[in-house]
Structure formats: structure tokens, C-alpha cells
């Protein structure tokens, strides 16, 4: 698939690439739900090029999670041109993303993710080199700003005449990190100050937000994150939302199968021994789940996928279960007040 953010149906719909969250097994089961573009969690330029088989690894592609976005973070132009260039000879992804809004202190100490905002000089020229070493579209994830949320005009405005083919822009700045709420009113001041593709990102937690959002910004379209972790129903909720139709709610059956084919593709992935891994997972799909707090200890504890599955089975036969409704669901009545979800 050549991917072009111009002509792809609008609103466009995708997952937001999360470090340690987005990696294959997730993708696969977001896109056995939906039919969003994938980001795949970061990967260091840097880590790409010295050959970490690890990272690497990080960057292979199943045919199930196509079409997919490689999201990588550096600062040193050479270096993410040729890292960019690795992964596209070894993986073909269908393009790449910068990295330029992480708030986390490891990123930004050594002058990568949302540092490059207050060198734009810099993350200029870093979109250069990239789009050189590639055919394929180069865009650029940022936040607001650093302090400032009006920072982001003259900064993407920069990334656009660099050449960038779009740019998702995070509601908040750096020193916000994720507290607050995202400022959809900034981000659409954004979409009309360029002629490029711009994505909204922040606060969607539900598929009726994520339809709030795509009304207020008036951006192309919008990335989800967190709103997809433990909930990746999110998708197919919009999408239902966006033909009209009521969202469906998820029932425990439902839950319990996704839990249960995540779980696999995750020890298929990993191997047998990371069960442990997949708990943070597990904590995400019982997060606000009615009548899961009984549960959450052994299955956080259970040490094999035989052990996982059959706490599953018995949390989905308890009666007090069967109509049991996550309060992130779409159908519940505070998923439209904004300010309950996201304090």
C-alpha cells in the first residue's frame, strides 16, 4: 500500500504510538477489531543503526498489523536517515514518524522527543534527512509547545516547509506532561494556520470523545492512546459511531475472548515465560470493569496461561459479571462529560 495522508478517507483513524504498549501483539489485536492505521511504539535511531538486536526486533512487521507507521526517536539527522533507511529496506512499513513530543526526562535529557521543539533548526533538518533516505511519507508527532501552547504554530509551520507530509499534534506542552486536559481549541488554531494533514491527539478515552474531538478540532483525523489501552473496541466503536449507528457495548464474553487471543499472541511473540509482561495488560482491560476487583489479584499473580484462562472462565460464569460494563465503555452515561474522565 503506497500511503498518502492527503487522499486517505477522512476522518482519518489510528493508534498512537505508546512505548512498551504498542508493539506487534497489540497492533494485531487492535486490527482484528477495526480498521485503523497502526504507530508502532519508538524505537531509537541510534539502537537501529549500532544493529541492537532487540530494537530490531521491535520493528518487525506481521501482515495482519499493515498499514503500519514506524515511529522513531534521535536527534542527529545522519543517524535517523539511516536508521529510517534500515527499516525500510528490512521492514517496508508503509512510512515513518518522528518523535518529537515525548515529555518523559530520559528522552528529553539527551536532546531527543520533545526537546526538539526548542531547536527547530534541528528537527528541520532531521525531516530533510529523512525524507532523503525515503519514499515513503515522513511525519512528526509534537506536543503544543514546551511552556507555551502557542509555540506549536511557528514550529509546525517549519516542520510543514521542511517538507513534512503530516503532523499529530498532542493537546498539551511539555510541562504539562499529561496533566490537565488536552486543548482541542489550540489544535484546531493549528490545523488552519497549515496547508498539511494534522491528526488530534489527547484525552480521547472513549469513542464518543474521540467523536468530540474529531468535531472540535476539525482536524483529518486523530490518533488514540491510552483510550486504547485495555480498550481496543474503542475502534469499532467510532467506526460504528461514524455510520450512525449506537456504539456497541463490550459484554464480558467479549472481553474475555480478546483478553485470552491477546494473551496468546503476546506468548507467541515473547515466549512462554512472559506471562508477567502481559499483567500490565491485564490491569488496562479491568480498569474501571464493574465486579472485576475480586479478580484482579489472582490474575495479576497467576504464573501460567493455563492459570490466566481459567480465572478468565470463571470471572466470565459469575453472575455478578454478565452484565458487567467497563466505565471507559462507550454507553456509559459519564463517556460524554469530559471532565469525569480525564481527572
Known sequence: MQLNWKTL??????????????DSPFCRIVKSLASPIVFREMVSSEAVVRGNGKTLNMTAIHQDERPLIQQIFGSDPDVMAEAVRIIDREQNPEGFDVNMGCPVYKLVCNFNGASLMKDPEKAVSIVKAMRAATTKPVSVKIRLGWSEPTECLTFAKALEDAGTSMIIVHGRTKMQGYSGDADWDMIRQLKEHVSIPILANGDMFTAKLAMQAIEQTKCDGILIARGALGNPWIFSQLEELLAGKPATPISIKERVRVIKNHLALHLEHYGEKSVTTFRKHLTWYLK???????????LHTAPTQKDIE????????????????SHRDATHPDAGERMKLTK
Open 288 to 298: 474501571g470493569l464493574d465486579g472485576a476487583k475480586k479478580y484482579k489479584e489472582r
Open 9 to 22: 478517507p477522512h476522518p482519518i483513524i489510528a493508534l498512537s504510538p505508546m512505548a512498551d504498549m504498542t
Open 310 to 325: 481459567f480465572i478468565l472462565d470463571e470471572m466470565q460464569a459469575d453472575p455478578e459479571m454478565k452484565d458487567a460494563i
